[in-house]
């Protein structure tokens, strides 16, 4: 265990005691299980089944070419998922994630250097758990997860499973000592978003680029995103008659923040039918309603990498997002914290389950 006895004094946590202050020792044991799995590598570069050096016991989210890891919600929901599942069960916590490029091209290591070796990423021999879309046998077999013996557990799942994480009786000691779930911070994804990433050079150019062709310099803006779910294998979400619903929640969301008329708006959609339709309206003549230039389907695993991540990350810094229900709403809901203008002031405070959704049907905030 990366750390003996208590880890934190559970009665000195509040809602404001930052992740990385609660997880700070598994942090220091990350930082040097790293250093000795690299000279561990460095030594012994043929290195046969699952033992790892110095008995380390590590836990690798995974994403290859050749299985399922859906978009940016459920890599994100799975990689927020296994990282609690690591830290609370002491193990030292890595991704690779391959498909369709590897995922350091655009996010690099903040607090942790999550990325695997070479030695890792020959898996052969290494238990590989895939939970995706399977949220019940998750949830079947946690005590089976906490109790392992398997120095290194490799796995792959898309749903955010914090809750049960925090309500499993094999966990409940661990997540108590950090203040889970009860004093948690309020935008717990997103610190844990923080704790692990930072967004490379490329996705920063990315996403200068995308912000000067859509004419963005001011901080505030309105981001709205209409998935039709029009791109091969992807699930029906809203018809294009819909967009004038998503605008007139825009609208009432400007004027219920107080926000001036010269707020722009940005649209993200994965139809062309929609972007034409949208092109014609007046918000967009006008210059309001900024929309990106049209790029055909595009998906995380359909399209150019940059392409997706640059359009996600600008939502994610949006001061408010009428939105549908998808994993990607999801994702760029769970970043909230980083935009200082999303205060108690004007958004309801999220509990560590809860996700803010501005409602199309009527433009009410509601809690899912």
Not at 215 to 224: K, P
Request: proline share 5%.
């Amino acid at each position: 265990m990366w750390a003996s006895g208590r880890l934190e004094d559970p009665d000195t946590l509040s809602a404001g005691t930052p992740l990385a202050v609660r997880i700070s020792k598994y942090i220091a044991f990350h930082q040097a299980a790293v250093v000795t799995l690299k000279s561990h590598a460095s030594g012994q570069s043929e290195h046969a089944g699952n033992k790892v050096a110095g008995n380390t016991k590590t836990l690798v989210y995974s994403c290859t070419p050749f299985a399922q890891c859906g978009g940016h919600g459920d890599r994100l929901n799975g990689i927020i998922t296994t990282f609690l599942l690591a830290v609370l069960t002491g193990r030292a916590f890595f991704i690779d994630s391959e498909s369709p490029l590897p995922l350091q091209l655009l996010l690099q290591p903040r607090s942790i250097d999550w990325r695997v070796s070479g030695g890792l990423r020959s898996t052969a021999g290494l238990r590989h758990l895939s939970y995706h879309d399977k949220r019940w046998q998750f949830e079947a077999d946690l005590d089976k997860l906490a109790s392992s013996n398997e120095e290194v557990l490799v796995i792959n799942m898309n749903y955010r499973m914090i809750r049960s994480l925090f309500e499993a009786p094999a966990f409940g000691k661990a997540a108590q000592q950090l203040g889970l779930p009860h004093d948690a911070p309020p935008f717990l994804a997103a610190e844990i978003f923080d704790v692990l990433f930072a967004p490379t050079q490329l996705l920063r150019q990315e996403l200068h680029s995308l912000r000067t062709e859509l004419s963005l310099r001011r901080s505030t803006f309105i981001g709205i995103h209409l998935r039709t779910g029009e791109i091969a294998w992807d699930p029906a979400r809203h018809a294009p008659e819909e967009l004038q619903a998503f605008l007139d929640c825009a609208q009432k969301a400007e004027r219920d923040l107080g926000l001036d008329l010269e707020t722009p708006w940005l649209l993200a959609t994965d139809s062309n039918r929609i972007i034409e339709l949208a092109s014609e309206l007046p918000e967009a003549k006008t210059g309001k309603l900024r929309i990106p230039e049209a790029r055909g389907r595009v998906h995380i695993d359909r399209s150019g990498m940059e392409e997706t991540w640059a359009p996600w990350e600008c939502q994610s810094l949006a001061v408010l997002r009428p939105i549908m229900r998808s994993g990607y709403c999801s994702a760029v809901l769970l970043l909230l914290f980083y935009q200082e203008a999303t205060s108690a002031k004007q958004l309801p405070k999220l509990g560590v389950y809860d996700m803010l959704i501005l409602h199309p049907e009527g433009a009410v905030y509601e809690r899912i």
